[in-house]
C-alpha cells in the first residue's frame, strides 16, 4: 500500500480565497506530480518536481503554483480560487527516472463557490 | 503534447465475462503503466510492463507491452462487480517529457450482476 497522503479530502471554498492543498509521502520518492481531474474524465499533468527545490510546470495549464521544500511534501496553492478550480486534484510520486511507477493520494475534491 | 488513446471509453458487460481493453500511441512509450480508480479515489496501480512484447498477469488481469512499443493492451478474465471502475493506461513518453506520466482518457467498466 502506498504511503502518499493528500489533505483535505474534500474542500468548499468562497470564491476569492487563497487555499493549499496538501500532500505528502513517507517513501522517500524524489519525483511528485499534481494532476487535476473532472469526474470520470482523464487526468492531466499540472504541475512536476524532479526533487527539493525542482517544479515544472505540466501540460495543462493551471493558475496554481507549487514548492517543494522538503523531499516528503509538494504542496498546491491557489491564490484567489473561482469557481473554475472546481475539480479533483490529484497527488502522485514516483521513485526515480528508471522506475516510473506512480502511486496516487486519494485525491482532493475542490468545490468553489 | 503526446497522447494515449484508450478503446474502447465505455464496457457494459455481464457478470463472468472477459474484459479487453487496449491503448495506443502514435509515439514509443518504453513502459507502460495500467491503473484502475474508484469513484471519489485516486488511481491504483494494477500493473506495469517494461520491456517490448512482455506479457505480465496479477491475477486475474493480464497486460502486454505491443512489440512496437505503441500499444498496450490489458484484459480481465471472469469479470466480478468490484471490477467496476475505470481503467487508465499511463506511461512516461520518450525523449523530452520524459520525466512526467502522461495518460489515457480512461475505459469505464460496468457490470451487470
Known amino acids: 500500500e502506498a504511503d502518499i497522503y493528500q489533505t483535505p479530502r474534500y474542500l468548499v471554498i468562497g470564491t476569492g480565497k487563497k487555499i493549499t492543498l496538501e500532500c505528502s509521502q513517507t517513501?522517500?520518492?524524489?519525483?511528485m506530480y499534481w494532476y487535476q481531474q473532472d469526474p470520470g474524465m482523464e487526468l492531466h499533468l499540472i504541475h512536476y518536481?524532479?526533487?527539493?527545490?525542482?517544479?515544472e510546470k505540466g501540460d495543462l495549464s493551471s493558475e496554481s503554483t507549487v514548492s517543494r521544500i522538503r523531499t516528503e511534501h509538494f504542496p498546491l496553492t491557489l491564490e484567489s480560487a473561482r469557481p473554475s478550480h472546481t475539480s479533483q486534484y490529484l497527488c502522485?510520486?514516483?521513485?526515480?527516472?528508471?522506475?516510473?511507477?506512480?502511486?496516487f493520494g486519494q485525491g482532493t475534491r475542490l468545490t468553489v463557490v | 503534447g503526446q497522447q494515449l488513446n484508450q478503446s474502447p471509453q465505455s464496457m457494459f458487460i455481464q457478470e463472468g465475462e472477459d474484459v479487453s481493453m487496449n491503448c495506443t500511441s502514435s509515439?514509443?512509450?518504453?513502459?507502460w503503466l495500467w491503473y484502475k480508480q474508484d469513484p471519489g479515489e485516486g488511481p491504483v496501480l494494477l500493473i506495469a510492463?517494461?520491456?517490448?512484447?512482455e506479457l505480465t498477469s496479477n491475477g486475474r488481469l493480464t497486460a502486454q507491452f505491443g512489440i512496437t512499443r505503441k500499444d498496450s493492451f490489458l484484459n480481465i478474465s471472469a469479470s466480478i462487480p468490484s471490477d467496476v471502475g475505470i481503467y487508465f493506461c499511463?506511461?512516461?513518453?520518450?525523449?523530452?517529457?520524459?520525466?512526467?506520466?502522461?495518460f489515457g482518457q480512461g475505459t469505464r467498466l460496468t457490470i451487470n450482476p
Open positions: 502522485a510520486s514516483s521513485e526515480s527516472e528508471l522506475n516510473t511507477e506512480a502511486f
Open positions: 517513501m522517500g520518492h524524489d519525483k
Open positions: 518536481s524532479y526533487g527539493v527545490n525542482s517544479t
Open positions: 509515439s514509443i512509450f518504453n513502459t
Open positions: 510492463l517494461y520491456k517490448a512484447g
Open positions: 499511463a506511461g512516461p513518453p520518450t525523449g523530452q517529457g520524459a520525466q512526467k506520466l502522461v
